[in-house]
């Protein structure tokens, strides 16, 4: 099982690249803080990629799941640096042995101190362009994309990227 936060939600939903989740053969779920923060809240803000991450938990792309209030839930409830989102993400994917997708440093960090496998924004559009779901141009053009929607990437971290990029192109 996949858990998404809501960044990679919210940058692959300014693109319009949410349909990338098709090449996860596992479940993809978003924790109902998650679903609450960029869809409801973002609706009601007016911002359109709110819109598009609504179709696609209509397309079933996603399904939204409660989270119970398990033992690490309620450990990093009180932590300050991680949202309620955040929380949740880790929690669920805690509780079903799945993969916590963040791209926060800081929610990565809380993550391997716990256990829990995480992947980011980034990973997904290597792991699509792997199997051939995209091009090596098109995951450049969809990483730049999301770059110019004010997505953060350290500089040594996009370089990296191209790096993964460029092989994927031989």
Not at 16 to 26: D, F, K, P
């Amino acid at each position: 099982m996949w858990v998404f936060d809501a960044t990679p939600l919210i940058y692959l939903g300014k693109v319009s690249q949410l349909s990338l989740v098709e090449q996860v053969a596992e479940p993809c779920v978003l924790p109902e803080r998650v679903y609450e923060e960029v869809v409801t809240s973002g609706l009601e803000a007016g911002y359109p990629d709110a819109r598009r991450i609504e179709r696609s938990v209509e397309a079933n792309r996603f399904e939204v799941i409660s989270v119970g209030a398990t033992p690490l839930y309620s450990r990093l409830h009180g932590n300050s640096n991680l949202s309620d989102a955040d929380t949740a993400v880790l929690a669920c994917a805690d509780d079903h042995n799945g993969v916590a997708v963040m791209d926060e440093t800081y929610g990565r960090d809380v993550a391997a101190a716990e256990g829990i496998t995480t992947r980011g924004t980034a990973f997904l559009v290597l792991k699509c362009t792997k199997q051939g779901a995209i091009s090596s141009d098109d995951a450049r053009i969809i990483i730049d994309a999301m770059l110019d929607e004010g997505c953060y990437c350290a500089p040594a971290v996009y370089t990296t990227i191209l790096q993964k990029l460029e092989t994927l192109s031989d």
